[in-house]
């Protein structure tokens, strides 16, 4: 199986453990990422390693009994990133519209306050069509089908400079209890 196969399987595996420990868990945050061996996961509450390896194991069980929707997630990085790229286009094309009308290199404070609530529309509409974008987008980054994946550990493992990092993204304070775990498969 080849690499990319592999972080596809643990990237859907890990969407699949995220949605179990919401399932199994209120009022905590996650970040994870995926490579050929096993996923990181960061969670931001209380949460132990006994939770997080009993999710792993449902999310795999399940997904292997044919729920292969759980591999994709609304809050992954790839649709998230998909709205950014459609957002920032959808704005920029209503500025370039404006400029080419107006026949100019480039707009004056009157002209870009005159065209700012069309860019604000085109931003907002662009924000509602993104994730089902996105979504789709997903189901090229991720796999449901991991029938031949199996878990073979769960250990924790000292946080990040990149987790402090999500912490603040993910609006928890500093108190908030953090780990990091690497699941590993094979």
């Given at each position: 199986?080849?690499?990319?196969?592999?972080?596809?399987?643990?990237?859907?595996?890990?969407?699949?453990?995220i949605?179990?420990?919401?399932?199994?868990?209120?009022?905590?945050?996650?970040?994870?990422?995926?490579?050929?061996?096993?996923?990181?996961?960061?969670?931001?509450?209380n949460?132990?390693?006994?939770?997080?390896?009993?999710?792993?194991?449902?999310?795999?069980?399940?997904?292997?009994?044919?729920?292969?929707?759980?591999?994709?997630?609304?809050?992954?990085g790839?649709?998230?990133?998909?709205?950014?790229?459609?957002?920032?286009?959808?704005?920029?094309?209503?500025?370039a519209?404006?400029?080419?009308r107006?026949?100019?290199?480039?707009?004056?404070a009157?002209?870009?306050?005159?065209?700012?609530?069309?860019?604000?529309?085109?931003?907002?509409?662009t924000?509602?069509?993104?994730?089902?974008?996105?979504?789709?987008?997903?189901?090229y980054?991720?796999?449901?089908?991991?029938?031949?994946?199996?878990?073979?550990?769960?250990?924790?493992?000292?946080?990040?400079?990149?987790?402090?990092?999500?912490?603040?993204?993910?609006?928890?304070?500093?108190?908030?209890?953090?780990?990091?775990?690497?699941?590993?498969?094979?």
């Amino acid at each position: 199986m080849s690499i990319l196969q592999r972080i596809r399987q643990n990237h859907g595996l890990e969407h699949a453990t995220i949605h179990i420990l919401s399932e199994k868990f209120q009022g905590f945050g996650a970040q994870g990422n995926a490579t050929h061996n096993g996923f990181y996961l960061n969670l931001y509450g209380n949460i132990s390693a006994e939770g997080v390896e009993t999710a792993a194991r449902e999310a795999l069980q399940r997904m292997q009994n044919g729920e292969h929707q759980l591999a994709l997630h609304p809050n992954c990085g790839t649709v998230l990133l998909t709205t950014a790229t459609m957002a920032t286009l959808a704005g920029q094309a209503v500025f370039a519209v404006e400029q080419k009308r107006l026949k100019r290199p480039n707009l004056d404070a009157a002209s870009f306050l005159n065209v700012l609530p069309t860019a604000v529309l085109a931003v907002v509409l662009t924000l509602v069509a993104s994730k089902p974008v996105g979504m789709y987008f997903q189901s090229y980054t991720t796999t449901g089908v991991v029938n031949d994946v199996r878990l073979k550990e769960v250990r924790r493992i000292n946080p990040s400079p990149l987790t402090h990092f999500f912490r603040v993204l993910l609006g928890r304070n500093k108190h908030t209890q953090m780990s990091s775990y690497f699941v590993e498969t094979e």
